[in-house]
């Protein structure tokens, strides 16, 4: 909770980080105007297999009680955040949060005295995961890093950062009930912010097509770093509504446009791939895409900032700014005005994120699925749907993500989504395929699934049939020793109720 103005900021890096220069010149640019002993530069192990995000958001923690105890308020504390940084701060700060409230029906009670976070601020964050993720978990990742810097890949984390991963989604909808929280709000507790740009121009020619998505910075899409998010909900039995939440008060987030500077997920001046390109072409064409040239250097979001006027540091200056909801409001529309301005100039960038789950009536993802959204003819995938997508989730192959180009799924009012679910067991059934409604062709409904730089998580309730399952056998029936000792399954069909 904000007891007053911002007075420290700690910084927390990204996936792969192992030394501490992640932010280079940032931090010496705040330096200006704060006190040194007040700006800090956490560190954290990615690169362990056994370590998970979850395990990080602990260890956090652990750090702050620490730093708390020597007196640090986090009442005028501000957490800086790059890439994977992001999703470990939001779950250390839901659950620090959870510990101030308690859980009454767990017997836990309330702790007023535990204090919570004043500001957040997300620079590319992987709020909704990262194209890149499956390709570091690969063998040829676990080599390289084996070889070139003696590390593992991290498995953990890259699973929890997989689109629609279990960590992901449960920390992403734990996000939205609390910031909804009617009585105890979590934008009201803490000022939230979200930056990201989209230069993937160093990429270009390379072979992994993940790294130059348009709307992308390379490693993570605008979508999926942006704080503003949807989640729809089909239920069963009938599938012809469904009910959508958004969050009630939107978080400023900002596409970083400048005349001068692209930004990239990171600075770099010699590729990772550098062997791995498909040509040496100074202006190649990607996804339907004009021709972007071939860059030899790209900055990064907060590793290529260098001087206090560049708009990633005047933002940042910005959100360090708000100290009540009226300002933070106030910045949330200067912000979205810039980003619809960019918008505008770059419509073949601005693309949305649809993460589909089918999910059986426990909660639960579904063994296997077919998952199609349909224009609304219902032939056929969506028209607007992106270059190598849907990804499916590594653990939960069920669950699908898909890249729309916005205005070419807005061009096309009414949409479907075509969901066949399958379970690798004779003694449990989904039931028959399901077509859903996702936007009506009514011309005066003009929902959409997808809104502009934003992810939709989709959840596709099916109903579970366990009757193979069980069977009833009478007595009285004159075969029944004919089997009574015979092992199941399956069930012999005579004389069963």
């Not at 308020?73 to 949060?97: E, F, K, N, P, Y």
């Not at 899409?221 to 958004?246: C, H, M, Q």
């Not at 729309?404 to 399958?422: D, W």
């Not at 069930?491 to 069963?496: A, E, M, Q, V, Y």
Request: aromatic fraction near 10%.
């Amino acid at each position: 909770m904000h007891t007053g103005p911002v007075e420290k900021i700690i910084f927390v890096h990204g996936y792969s980080c192992t030394n501490l220069d992640s932010f280079n010149l940032l931090p010496t640019l705040l330096s200006q105007e704060f006190a040194t002993s007040d700006l800090y530069l956490a560190g954290w192990i990615s690169l362990d297999d056994r370590i998970s995000c979850t395990d990080l958001a602990v260890s956090l923690e652990e750090r702050i009680v620490s730093l708390e105890a020597a007196g640090f308020d986090l009442g005028s504390a501000m957490i800086v955040t790059h890439s994977t940084g992001d999703i470990v701060a939001r779950r250390w700060i839901l659950d620090r949060r959870a510990r101030r409230k308690g859980n009454p029906a767990l017997g836990i009670a309330a702790d007023p005295n535990v204090k919570t976070l004043s500001h957040f601020f997300s620079c590319a964050g992987t709020v909704h995961g990262s194209t890149m993720t499956q390709l570091g978990s690969t063998e040829l990742a676990y080599l390289y890093r084996n070889i070139a810097e003696g590390q593992s890949v991290g498995k953990r984390v890259l699973e929890d950062l997989d689109y629609g991963s279990a960590f992901l989604r449960k920390l992403n909808r734990d996000w939205m009930k609390a910031w909804n929280d009617p009585a105890d709000p979590l934008f009201a507790e803490t000022f939230c912010f979200s930056m990201v740009r989209t230069d993937h121009s160093f990429w270009q020619n390379h072979l992994a097509w993940q790294s130059r998505e348009p709307g992308s910075d390379g490693t993570v899409r605008i979508s999926g770093a942006n704080l503003n998010y949807s989640w729809i909900t089909v239920n069963p039995p009938k599938y012809d509504n469904f009910t959508t939440e958004t969050l009630n008060q939107p978080s400023p987030h900002l596409v970083v446009q400048t005349p001068t500077n692209k930004y990239s997920h990171t600075s770099q001046d010699t590729p990772d791939t550098e062997k791995l390109v498909v040509n040496t072409a100074g202006a190649i064409s990607h996804f339907g895409q004009p021709a972007e040239p071939v860059s030899e250097q790209t900055f990064g979001i907060v590793g290529g900032v260098t001087s206090a006027n560049e708009r990633p540091f005047t933002a940042l200056q910005e959100a360090i700014s708000v100290e009540d909801l009226a300002s933070y409001e106030a910045l949330t529309t200067k912000w979205a005005q810039e980003t619809t301005q960019w918008s505008t100039q770059n419509p073949g960038e601005v693309n949305s994120t649809v993460v589909v789950a089918v999910l059986d009536v426990q909660n639960t993802p579904v063994d296997d699925s077919l998952v199609a959204i349909r224009d609304v003819n219902g032939i056929g995938t969506v028209a607007a749907c992106l270059v190598g997508n849907p990804i499916a989730n590594a653990v939960s192959p069920s669950i699908k993500t898909f890249y729309m180009n916005t205005a070419g799924f807005r061009a096309v009012h009414g949409h479907q989504i075509h969901v066949a679910a399958l379970a690798d067991t004779q003694f449990v059934t989904y039931g028959n395929p399901v077509d859903a409604t996702l936007s009506n062709t009514d011309p005066q409904d003009q929902r959409h699934v997808v809104e502009d730089n934003q992810c939709t998580y989709v959840d596709v309730v099916v109903e579970r049939d366990p009757a193979e399952a069980f069977a009833f056998y009478t007595l009285s029936n004159p075969d029944l020793a004919s089997f009574l000792t015979v092992n199941f399954p399956p069930f012999s069909p005579k004389g069963r109720l």
